[in-house]
């Protein structure tokens, strides 16, 4: 495929060009129904895999396109988890309407708070994201009549969801339920990214000054992207109260927050697949690893957070895609990454 | 009531001078060069290790190991500096947060493989142990001897900044590090002894916390939130700034948790996001 360069074409031909389907992403999402058949004994921590991906997305709509650092996006995951676990535990363990309701809730807490992320940059911003996260954790640690405290929250009864999947022990259901949530909400991202609005907020991301004299102003969009991001964290904690059927503190605690970062990083920040990836393989490390001292586990993880930032700056498919863009790289893989074999001539 | 909040205000200045120590390194070396160090407490635990390894196997008394634990953090600290650091004083925040985080996160993994997760004890000289009553107040004679040393170590501070060579050189970089730069200061290496200097000044705090906070590997991430929030609250590269927060932070740390105990931390953070919204730049900072 002659890829046509958006500098010559159009802003429109190239945002339609980012739209097409490419090979690879069919390959890469029928290969998430692959445990159901290779390793059906996994099927919970591949539905974590589903939840924590869905969570990193979040984190990049807001860190890796509008380039709004986040040190506490655990407050939004947590406010959803326990929002759709008080919902379920007070008599309505209807899933798909709590979803819902979390993921509206954790997107007004996301709105009111976009109004003052919004107003910083760098360090206060990094500042105050840190300190709502943890006043958020405090909070919920000392309502402890409403949340259970430290001991997390007890009684949520998931009703079957439509009335016929239950949420069974091995996690199929919940798989099935988390990887749906994830592919639909990942969609609304594609589309988002791949549109003007998408457009504007790397153009923020780049440069903030330059947006606001080009007449693009940028807080506006900061909300609003803000909000979406907020909401699709809150559902994403929501998923994880629904299918395990408990809520701690450790929903809100730093350490997730960080992780997630992390994870992010680690896959590619400003990639829709960084976050998805960096889940899977960090999910899957900490599996395999578990067995040790947890106190030890952040030892691999340090160490790869430092050769990441020092040695890959684009994380793990930022270098993936210098490869394939090298020219013996797109002979090899050109028809990976290009667009879907019959819609290559349209 | 009266002797009780005397009390709190005593055991809060106390608390404030350690995080004033453990904190006024990063205040200085980001209002210098803008790096993001979030591994500074780091720096302040290997001061906390440095003694207790001293003191426990090599049987060196408690006030001739404090040097050693300022000179290993200060020399381990150029060695990250050298490496690791200086790759990224043009990099954005995130890199350097993420590299930094890293480091904590490495250092807490190796604390824990070396010395465990348990805390660190320590057996304070019979000279520093015990309390002194003063009319009604008893107040520690470890935190008496706090406050005096880190009092010294701030007048001994603020002297160099305001009247040597060096010291001017450094406050011309912190202020406008390019016309610094232009007017022939080496910034680099005033800096990189600069940042020695503060992380040093951390391996002190780390050292003298140990009787106060305890000592174990997760000191470097439970630290950092504190120390961020004085150097936030206080304004970067500001000495006075740094102080007066640290000492507000301290107080009311230990105010909130004595008289409500319930929802104290969450009144810090509170109070910190409040303070910043109203001052991005921190109470006595000048730039945006």
């Known amino acids: ?346 | 009531m009266m002797t009780s909040v005397l009390g709190v205000l005593f055991d809060g200045f106390a608390y404030g001078m350690l995080l004033f120590l453990l904190s006024v390194g990063l205040s200085v070396t980001l209002g210098m060069m803008n790096f993001v160090n979030l591994a500074h407490c780091t720096f302040g635990m290997i001061g906390g290790y440095v003694t207790v390894t001293l003191m426990n196997s090599w049987g060196w008394p408690f006030l001739a190991t404090l040097p050693m634990a300022f000179i290993a953090a200060a020399l381990i600290s150029v060695l990250f500096e050298r490496t690791m650091f200086r790759r990224l004083y043009r990099a954005t925040d995130l890199d350097q947060c993420l590299l930094t985080i890293g480091l904590v996160f490495v250092s807490v993994a190796v604390a824990a493989f070396v010395y465990g997760t348990i805390q660190q004890p320590v057996q304070l000289p019979s000279y520093l142990r015990g309390s002194l009553r003063v009319g009604d107040l008893t107040l520690g004679v470890y935190r008496i001897f706090l406050i005096v040393f880190a009092l010294v170590v701030t007048a001994a501070l603020v002297a160099a900044l305001e009247f040597t060579r060096f010291g001017a050189q450094v406050r011309a970089a912190v202020d406008n590090q390019r016309m610094a730069r232009g007017l022939g200061i080496n910034v680099d290496s005033a800096f990189a002894i600069t940042f020695a200097l503060g992380s040093g000044l951390a391996g002190l705090g780390g050292a003298l916390a140990i009787d106060i906070v305890g000592l174990d590997p997760s000191f470097a991430l439970a630290f950092l939130v504190y120390v961020l929030i004085v150097v936030a609250v206080g304004g970067l590269g500001s000495i006075g700034g740094t102080f007066a927060a640290a000492m507000l932070l301290g107080i009311s740390d230990m105010a909130g948790k004595y008289y409500f105990p319930a929802i104290g931390s969450f009144l810090i953070y509170l109070v910190m996001i409040s303070l910043l919204m109203w001052r991005p730049a921190g109470i006595f900072g000048r730039r945006t």
Not at chain 1, 45 to 70: H, K, N, P, W
Not at chain 1, 224 to 243: D, E, F, R
Not at chain 1, 295 to 303: L, R, S
């Open chain 1, 1 to 346: 495929m002659a890829s046509v360069s958006p500098a010559i074409a159009g802003a429109h031909e190239h945002l339609e060009s980012q739209v097409r389907w490419r090979t690879l992403e069919v390959v890469f999402w029928l290969s998430t129904l692959l445990p159901f058949v290779v390793t059906p004994n996994y099927l919970v921590l591949a539905s974590q895999i589903a939840i924590t991906a869905l969570f990193a997305l979040s984190l990049d709509l807001i860190l890796g396109y509008a380039g709004i650092v986040s040190l506490g996006h655990a407050a939004f995951f947590g406010f959803g988890a326990y929002t759709a676990g008080l919902v379920a535990k007070h008599g309505w363990g209807e899933p798909l309407s709590g979803l819902l309701i979390s993921g509206i809730a954790a997107g007004l807490l996301g709105y009111l708070m976009s109004f003052i992320i919004s107003r910083f940059r760098h360090l206060a911003l990094i500042m105050i994201t840190l300190g709502f996260g943890l006043l958020l954790l405090e909070l919920a640690n000392s309502a402890s009549g409403l949340t259970g405290g430290a001991d997390g929250l007890q009684g949520v009864k998931m009703w079957p969801l439509f009335g016929i999947f239950r949420f069974d022990l091995y996690g199929v259901t919940a798989y099935w339920y988390s990887l749906i949530v994830l592919f639909l909400l990942f969609l609304v991202s594609r589309r988002l990214i791949n549109s003007p609005f998408g457009l504007s907020l790397r153009g923020i991301r780049e440069n903030a000054v330059r947006m606001r004299a080009i007449g693009a102003e940028s807080r506006p969009h900061i909300r609003k992207i803000y909000t979406i991001s907020a909401a699709m964290a809150g559902v994403a904690g929501a998923t994880l109260t629904q299918t395990t059927e408990t809520v701690s503190l450790g929903v809100l605690n730093f350490e997730r927050s960080a992780d997630i970062l992390v994870i992010l990083i680690l896959g590619g920040a400003g990639r829709l697949y960084g976050g998805l990836i960096g889940a899977a393989i960090y999910m899957i490390a900490r599996d395999w690893f578990s067995g040790i001292n947890p106190q030890y586990w952040y030892f691999p993880i340090g160490v790869l957070l430092i050769a990441v930032v020092l040695f890959l700056p684009n994380g793990i498919l930022g270098g993936l895609a210098q490869l394939v863009n090298s020219e013996r790289g797109q002979r090899w893989f050109g028809w990976l990454t290009g667009p879907l074999p019959w819609r290559r001539n349209s």
